[in-house]
Structures are given as C-alpha cells and as structure tokens.
C-alpha cells in the first residue's frame, strides 16, 4: 500500500486506498513487480475498470504503474503476463485494458477495440488480448 500511495503515479493514491478498504472481490488481484525485495511496479485484475458496469466486457487490467527507476526491465509485459495467465487460470479468455496511452498496449499483443467513453467522461481507448492457454 505505501508504495502505491507513494509513488509518483497520482492514481497511485486510489489504488492505495481500495487496498486499505480491501474494495476487491474475492478473485482480484493486485500483481507487484520486485526488484531484489523491492516494490517496484503494481497492475490490478478485476472485474471492472472506468466502464459503466453494463459494458459487456470483462476483466480489466487496470493501474498499470512502474517506478521510473526501474523502467526499461519490461517488468510491466511481466505483469500483464501474469494477470493473463491467471485469468486464464479463472476460465477467461479475454483481458480487457483501458488507457489513454497510444501504441503502449499493442507491443504487448493487445489489440485496440475502439475509443470508449468512461465513467468519468473521459474518452479512452478500450484494448483487448486473448489469453493464453495453459
């Protein structure tokens, strides 16, 4: 939780505080990535993102954050293989990611669905993958 609440991201802080509350159910996750013990990135599996709950897609890579200090360790395609895979292990075979980011996602083979307007009223890109079977 400190790192998130920490970090440079200002989602981080978000993150932090469901984490405290414990706002997840039973099957999400938050991935960390280490270094030699240390935090150094999160992402989060769950059920939901910044879509309105009827969306029809499910489920969401979201907070996807690495410390500047340890970027360029392609810890972040190390975690979103992780929430892949344990999808798969879940029975899903999509994962869906929401971001503002263009050209990021598709390095990791996500494919770009459409332009979404979130929650928020903000308009994001919505991405989507194929899990791996196991």
């Given at each position: 939780?400190?790192?998130?609440?920490?970090?440079?991201w200002?989602?981080?802080?978000?993150?932090?505080?469901?984490?405290?509350?414990?706002?997840?159910?039973?099957?999400?996750?938050?991935?960390?990535?280490?270094?030699?013990?240390?935090?150094?990135?999160?992402?989060?599996?769950?059920?939901?993102?910044?879509?309105?709950?009827?969306?029809?897609?499910?489920?969401?890579?979201?907070?996807?954050?690495?410390?500047?200090?340890?970027?360029?360790?392609?810890?972040?395609?190390l975690?979103?293989?992780?929430?892949?895979?344990?999808?798969?292990?879940?029975?899903?075979?999509?994962?869906?990611?929401?971001?503002?980011?263009?050209?990021?996602?598709?390095?990791?083979?996500?494919?770009?669905?459409?332009?979404?307007?979130?929650?928020?009223?903000?308009?994001?890109?919505l991405?989507?993958?194929?899990?791996?079977?196991?």
């Amino acid at each position: 939780m400190d790192f998130a609440r920490n970090c440079s991201w200002r989602a981080g802080p978000h993150l932090a505080e469901k984490m405290q509350k414990n706002d997840f159910l039973p099957w999400e996750r938050v991935i960390v990535a280490r270094v030699d013990g240390q935090p150094a990135g999160y992402c989060t599996f769950a059920a939901q993102d910044e879509l309105p709950e009827d969306c029809g897609f499910s489920p969401f890579i979201g907070f996807v954050f690495v410390d500047e200090h340890f970027r360029g360790r392609r810890l972040s395609a190390l975690m979103l293989q992780k929430a892949a895979l344990y999808a798969r292990k879940l029975g899903y075979e999509k994962v869906y990611i929401l971001s503002g980011e263009i050209g990021l996602y598709e390095k990791f083979g996500f494919e770009k669905l459409g332009d979404y307007k979130t929650i928020y009223g903000a308009v994001d890109q919505l991405f989507v993958k194929t899990t791996e079977k196991g």
